[in-house]
């Protein structure tokens, strides 16, 4: 019996990079395969070739033992290939059934939509496979893991026999990943064959059949969960001995930084989105801000950096009253803040690095005298910022949209941390980076935390949380619901509590005045 | 002391934001409704009569003229001002408000015109009639915008390609026919959409400065040719195309009051019931239009699922081409009967606005269309009526009530997702 | 046009000078130039009527006439742009002052025409880099005009020292209203400037000509037209009559390098660049948007203001009711020409200034309509904001395409 599926040779070259290198790669009938490398190894453009988005420079595919040439996602989804993108496609402002029809629509009468027959398909396909979802809600006002959901019953319509799966659980609370995984086994039963990128561990130790490692484009090592370990997968992954586990002083709490009592925040649709929270900060100390996205972090963090005004509560920085302050005020007083979102926030990208790295500073001396700019010490900062963060760049008048991920979060860091500083809000500041560059900055926030600043850390990434923080506050539905101590919490209390339900077992953790019952 | 404290409580407590925003529009209101009453009142005689007429030949029924005392009507007008400011400053109409400053507008136009017209008589249903005639080009450009911005190509060149519309039609006209006419507008229109999708689609040059481009271009041309070739005397024969004339619909035609205003006038403006009818359908009702919103709302999303991004804006562009081509005809073909220089005055941008304030909606822009029409109607009335006010400061009247519309809609309402930007497929 | 190829190891000077020039975003900039000339060329052949007769008879007469139309219309343009260069020479060489006066006419009228470009030119650019597009320039510059002028006949008594900055300065305070409404409605309402500023142009139109046909009424004229400024709100003027060179001219110059120098200098035009390029960014950085748009905005329209005034108090001092320009739209050809820079922009002006100035002479010479003007300008943005375009007519290469340096993980640094 031939694999369901077979790459071979697959070659694909982008200026500058060498992204898919003669790559080789089966797929079993009836098997979930986890395609592991970290980010920038080619997991996504090799997947993006067999969705047809991409044309391979050199390579064949083979499906059930025949070639297929596959020019365009028509092709693919007519060979029974359907992917799952990280990014959802999903377009907010249509309904479930005009999502998943699009492209593939029932009409009536020549081209008239039949939404009616559509709605009744999807709804089959949602009992099939205990997916519960409801063909008329708009995609805009679904959660995040019904969204995805959707995703799926996109691929089910069109028959999809092949299921490509894009870091599907970035965006999961620890058990609705568990959820999706009992989903994955469900397809697998009913025939289907899953493959599954990831650069998650653990997850692919959980939830695969077999694991092929990639780097550099290449394939690099294949193995099965029973015969891996995280620490060789991770080997496997990066090419050198990686530390899992980060070594950290112990915590050497000074002054209280930041108060945050009672913040409440509405968002542009007037939705209350973060609900009275509050909590404390010292310095020396990093409060790692835990939660799913889109439970209020990202809404918080621009509360205290001033760029959102929150409708109650009070926010006090050194002693000082910043809940309705501008953020050059917060700044002024010692705040650093690494935005979510580096390349809308954080840097003009069509500037060179010069000016990136004064974008908060340039009013000031020795940068600028008046109102003229002092372009001598501007570029003199830059060069010795460049140094001592080790951005790789070929000058310091390089335009910052050429530079890598890793290199444009460090200018960003480079920035924020040559100031005297008190109180670092870094929000998911390793997202997308090669692990060279998540392992960089983790250091500088330790370092910057050694020497007595206050960090709040806001992440999605329960790793990086638990490796990092001294104290870990779980956000749900805008609310913190609980605050504990780093190490008196397993990773599973952790996602229970994302997902709105404290332990109750483990009463003694919780931390903040609150409840005990399970909250849903 | 404590008088004073009690003051100063008062006043934090009127001048508190969101108790201003309930009751200064309740003044507003009573000022209007004031000044009705004292300054338009006192202009008139006590004796003079207004007469709307409602009758324009042909109806099945004649409804009598509408005679009453000028000082009534106002006195009337003015207490409904007063009575819905007062309303405002005690309750207020809170989530209606914007809905109660268009009955204002409307009271207070009517208010101009029962004022205007003291003395004499005023055809109102003629009045609504040229609503609808000035309405067609704007609300047939603002469809061609939609056409193309609800596959998320912006069209700030719809002027433009009006501007050749209705010279194409007019000289083409001339030389063989009216439907000769039509058709060249229609192609002219598509051939600079044609330019205009190349350069945002192909060359990924930015909407705006690619349309401006064609604006500047269109204008240019066309001003030129006209030069050259229509203003000497010998060859005005390339310049006489005539118009359409008006066709009453048989039965709709004769209802009294609706039928000359809306089923007396010529193919343009039928055309565009029938356009905003089959644009409707085909958006939202079929497959096509399915997929066409969707390249304007994530082109990605749609890419990876099979549609085709780049031709369903190579279309979206022509398709809107072609309309605003038709669109520029109706100035010459539909209206004059000749081309001149400065036709469409700036018409295609307030289709814009119209599209907008219609929130991308045919239906919408039909209505938007008609405010605008009813602008420039009322323009000329006020003017025929020797209003007091200069007969260019009337004018300025539609270019105004673009800028209020447009900031007073813009925020509330969202357009295409992906509108404006080029689609970037990374590879192939 | 292929490259000769050279041997491994030795490139020659000339093809290094090739490919260096082939990347060249001036090459872009001078071939699209070229290229606009080209095309307006073939309009200008395809509807004279000559040609085609020409053609009838044979395609050799065909050829020339075309040849003879294009001569013909260029070289008027030339002529009338900079003057006839074999009697300038010849006036030098005499010595003969108003000899040389005249040979010199043509151009110095010219910098008369580039003069509003100028100011326009650098009021859209400054636009522009604060992400706005102002396309009414053309709305500005008439209520500049007005106010200037009306400031310089209204105000009896006054020392030029102080009536002509007086007067500018009131038509630039009334293009800075016109350029601060769209501003405020744009930041506080999202109204999208193209069309508020379009629709601030005919206001602005209907409402000239309704203040010149009424209250600002010169009484004594039959047709509508304003008073005359006053002789102590006159740009300083040169040379005598004819030549209208004034001291607007260099008001203009003057005005461009100061826009270069806040643009590129200061703080403000730092604030301004960032918000142009980035508004996240800037609100991350603590500028304030509202505030930098609306200044944008208003100094736009005060720039553009300037060129309207500069105009009434130095060339035609009253303003009549024929009131179209022109400068409004031509001035987005001309920063986009000028890849909105300041400095770029002097010399765009100066392109398009001359265009005008010529293209006078060219109507009444060689018959071309001054419109021919407007369709090179749109032809030049077209190259000018699709450089493939011209990349694939000339064969040019590509600019080096930045490489990504490379990421750390592949640098096999250890942590």
Known sequence: MPPILELKGITKRFPGVLANDHINIKLEKGEILALLGENGAGKTTLMNILY??????????????????????????????????????????????????????????????????????????????????????????????????????????????ILIMDEPTAVLTPQEVDELFNILKILVEQGKSIIFITHKLREVMECSDRIEVIRLGKVVGSTTPAEASPGKLATMMVGREVDLILEKNPCNLCETVLTVEKLSVRDTLNRTVVDGVSFELNGGEILGIAGVQGNGQTELVRALTGLRKPTSGKITLL??????????????????????????????????????????????????????????????????????????????????????????????????FSRPIKLLIASQPTRGLDVGSIEYIHDRILEKRDQGCAVLLVSTELDEIMQLADRIAVMFRGKILTIVKAGDVTKEELGLMMAGIIPTVHSEIVDSTKTRELVT | MKSSTKNQNWITKVLDPARLRQWLPGVLFILVGIFIKLVLNEAVEADALTTFTTNINKTSIQIPNFVFNTRFGL???????????????????????????????????????????????????????????????????????????????????????????????????????????????????????????????????????????????????????YIKFLQDTENQWLNESGFFRPMPIPGLAKIPVIGPIFFDHNLYIYAM???????????????????????????????????????????????????????????????????????????????????????????????????????????????????????????????????????????????????????????? | ??????????????????????????????????????????????????????????????????????AKTYSSLFLGAIGNPARIAEALGSGDRALILKAFTPFLESLVVTTPYLFTGVAVAMGFRAGLFNIGAEGQVLVGAIAAGWAGWSFTGLSPWIHVPLAMLIGALAGGLWGFVPGFLKVKTGAHEVITTIMMNYVAYYLIYYLIAAPLRDPNEV???????????????????????????????????????????????????????????????????????????????????????????????????ALATGYGFDSIALALLAQNHPLGVILTALLFGFLRSGSRVMQLSAGTPVYIINILQAFIILFIAAPAIIRTIFRLKQPAAKEAPLPISLSEKKS
Request: with cysteine; net charge positive; aromatic share 10%.
């Open chain 3, 223 to 321: 047709t509508p037209k304003t008073p005359w400024v006053l002789e102590s709100a006159h740009l300083f003027r040169f040379f005598p009559d004819p030549i209208r060179f004034h001291f607007g001219f260099f008001i203009a110059l003057m005005v461009a390098i100061l826009a270069w120098y806040i643009l590129f200098k200061t703080t403000w035009g730092y604030e301004l660049r960032t918000v142009g390029l980035n508004p996240n960014a800037s609100r991350y950085a603590g500028m304030n948007i509202t505030v930098v748009t609306i200044a944008a905005m208003a100094l736009s329209g005060a720039i553009a203001g300037m060129a309207g005034a500069s105009e009434i108090l130095g060339v035609t001092w009253r303003q009549s009711q």
């Open chain 1, 52 to 161: 047809g988005l991409y044309k391979p420079d050199e390579g064949e595919i083979f499906i059930d033992g025949k070639k297929v040439e596959i020019t365009s996602p028509i092709d693919a989804i007519r060979s029974g290939i359907g992917m799952v993108h990280q990014h959802f496609m999903l377009i907010p402002v249509f309904t479930v059934t005009e999502n998943v029809m699009l492209g593939e629509e029932y009409t009536k009468y020549g081209g008239f939509l039949d939404r009616k027959k559509a709605a009744d398909r999807i709804r089959e396909i949602s009992e099939l496979y205990k997916l519960n979802v409801n063909p008329d809600d708009l995609v805009e006002n679904l959660p995040v893991g019904l969204q995805q959901r959707v995703e799926i019953i996109k691929l089910l319509f069109r028959n999809a026999d």
């Open chain 2, 273 to 428: 019931y029938i356009l905003v009818a089959i644009l409707t359908i085909a958006l939202f009702k079929t497959k096509w239009g399915l997929r066409h919103r969707s390249v304007g709302e994530y082109p990605k999303a749609a890419d990876t699922l099979g549609v085709n991004v780049f031709r369903t804006r190579y279309l979206a562009c022509l398709l809107s081409g072609m309309v605003a081509g038709f669109a520029g005809s109706y100035f010459s073909l539909g209206s004059v009967g000749r081309f001149e220089q400065t036709m469409t005055a700036g018409r295609g941008f307030i289709a814009l606005a119209a599209m907008i304030f219609g929130k991308w909606n045919p239906l919408g822009a039909l209505q938007a269309g008609m405010l605008f029409g009813f602008a420039e109607s009322l323009t000329t009335k006020l003017s025929l009526l020797n209003f007091p006010i200069p007969a260019e400061v009337l004018l300025m009247l539609p270019y105004i009530i673009t800028i209020i519309v447009l900031a007073g809609v813009v925020g509330r309402s969202r357009g295409p997702a992906a509108a404006g930007s080029a689609y970037e497929k990374e590879s192939l």
């Open chain 3, 1 to 70: 046009m292929t490259n000769k190829k050279t041997s491994d190891g030795k490139r020659n000077f000339l093809s290094i000078f090739y490919e260096e020039l082939s990347r060249s975003s001036l090459t872009i900039i001078v071939l699209s130039v070229i290229s606009g000339f080209v095309m307006g060329g073939i309009l200008v052949i395809l509807t004279a009527p000559e040609v085609y007769k020409a053609f009838g008879t044979s395609f050799v007469s065909g050829l020339s006439t075309s040849w003879n139309i294009v």
């Open chain 2, 75 to 225: 006195d009337l007008i003015s207490g409904l001002c007063a009575g819905i400011g007062i309303y405002q400053i005690l309750r207020g109409f809170k989530n209606k408000l914007t809905m109660i400053i268009a009955v204002m507008g409307i009271l207070v136009v009517f208010g101009f015109l029962v004022w205007g017209a003291s003395g004499t008589s005023l055809s109102f249903t003629g009045m609504l009639a040229v609503m609808v005639i000035r309405s067609v080009p704007i609300t047939i450009g603002a469809l061609a915008g939609i056409l193309c911005e609800r596959a998320g190509i912006i069209n700030i060149a719809i002027e433009g390609m009006m501007i050749a519309g209705a010279f194409a039609g007019a000289v083409v006209g001339s030389i063989f026919n009216l439907w000769a006419g039509i058709l060249a507008a229609i192609m002219i229109g598509a051939l600079l959409a044609l330019v205009h999708a190349v350069l945002s689609i192909k060359y990924k040059v930015d909407q705006i400065i690619s349309g401006t481009m064609i604006n500047i271009f269109s204008t240019g041309l066309t001003s030129y040719l």
């Open chain 1, 319 to 416: 002693g000082k009253d910043v809940s309705r302050s501008n953020p050059r005020r917060i700044t002024e007083l010692g705040t650093a803040h690494i935005p979510e979102d580096r390349q809308k926030d954080g840097l003009v990208l069509a500037s060179p690095i010069t000016e990136n790295l004064v974008l908060n500073t340039y009013f000031h001396h020795p940068f600028s005298k008046g109102i003229v700019l002092q372009q001598l010490a501007i570029n003199e900062n830059a060069t010795e910022l460049i140094q001592k963060f080790d951005v790789r760049t070929p000058g310091i008048s390089t335009l910052v949209h050429s530079l890598s991920g890793g290199n444009q979060q460090k200018v960003i860091i480079a920035r924020e």
